[in-house]
T-cell receptor
Framework: GIQVEQSPPDLILQEGANSTLRCNFS?????LQWFHQNPWGQLINLFY???GTKQNGRLSATTVATERYSLLYISSSQTTDSGVYFC???????????FGSGTKLNVKP | EAGVAQSPRYKIIEKRQSVAFWCNPI?????LYWYQQILGQGPKLLIQ????????DSQLPKDRFSAERLKGVDSTLKIQPAKLEDSAVYLC????????????????FGPGTRLTVT
C-alpha cells in the first residue's frame, strides 16, 4: 500500500503564529485529503486537493502530485486550531485511503 | 444533506463481552469504510464495502470481528469476544467512488464510537 508520512509529529505555537504541516506519500495517488480531528474524535474535512492550491479562510493547502507531497498552511493560528491534523492519500483503482500518523498541534493563548 | 451517522457514541464493556456498532453512510454513497483508531495513531482500515460486497478486509481480525452491509446501505461492525486491545475509536466513512471508476471522491466521516474494554 501507499506509505504516508507526516511532519512534524508535534507542534506548539503561540496564538497568532503561522505554521506549515507536511505530508509525503510514496506512490502516485488519485486524491489527497486533509482532516482536522477535534477533541471529540471526529474527523473534519479541511481540503480535498489531488493537485494545485486551495484556500479556505486562514487555511490553505498545496499538493504537488508529481513530487508526492502536500502542505497545509495555517496562518494567524487560534487556540481552536488545536488538535490533530491528518492527511490521507487515495489509491486510484481500489478507492482505498491511507492515513499518515498525524501532526498534533497545540496553539497556546 | 445528512452526514454519516454512527451509534452508539460511547460504549464501555468488559473483556470477553460482545459489542456492535452501527453506521449509516451519506445517501447514495456506494463505498463504506470501517476504521479503527487507537489513541495517538492514525485511522487503520478494517474493512471496505462497495454496495453489499467486501472490497478489502485484509486487516480485519476475523476470529473476533465481523461486519456486514446486507442491503448496501447501513452497516454493522461486531466484536465478539472483545479484548483489552480493542479499546479504540471506531470510525465509519463513505464516498461516492467505486472500484475502477475514474474520478475523485471525497471521503466523509461519522462522529465515531469510542469503545473502552475493561
Amino acid at each position: 500500500g501507499i506509505q504516508v508520512e507526516q511532519s512534524p509529529p508535534d507542534l506548539i505555537l503561540q496564538e497568532g503564529a503561522n505554521s506549515t504541516l507536511r505530508c509525503n506519500f510514496s506512490d502516485s495517488v488519485n486524491n489527497l485529503q486533509w482532516f482536522h480531528q477535534n477533541p471529540w474524535g471526529q474527523l473534519i474535512n479541511l481540503f480535498y486537493i489531488p493537485s494545485g492550491t486551495k484556500q479556505n479562510g486562514r487555511l490553505s493547502a498545496t499538493t504537488v502530485a508529481t513530487e508526492r507531497y502536500s502542505l497545509l498552511y495555517i496562518s494567524s493560528s487560534q487556540t481552536t486550531d488545536s488538535g490533530v491534523y491528518f492527511c490521507a492519500s487515495q489509491e486510484e483503482y481500489f478507492n482505498k485511503f491511507y492515513f499518515g500518523s498525524g501532526t498534533k498541534l497545540n496553539v497556546k493563548p | 444533506e445528512a452526514g454519516v451517522a454512527q451509534s452508539p457514541r460511547y460504549k464501555i464493556i468488559e473483556k470477553r463481552q460482545s459489542v456492535a456498532f452501527w453506521c449509516n453512510p451519506i445517501s447514495g454513497h456506494a463505498t463504506l469504510y470501517w476504521y479503527q483508531q487507537i489513541l495517538g495513531q492514525g485511522p487503520k482500515l478494517l474493512i471496505q464495502f462497495q454496495n453489499n460486497g467486501v472490497v478489502d478486509d485484509s486487516q480485519l481480525p476475523k476470529d473476533r470481528f465481523s461486519a456486514e452491509r446486507l442491503k448496501g446501505v447501513d452497516s454493522t461492525l461486531k466484536i465478539q469476544p472483545a479484548k483489552l486491545e480493542d479499546s479504540a475509536v471506531y470510525l465509519c466513512a463513505s464516498t461516492g467512488g467505486r472500484v475502477g471508476l475514474a474520478g475523485n471522491y471525497e471521503q466523509y466521516f461519522g462522529p465515531g464510537t469510542r469503545l473502552t474494554v475493561t
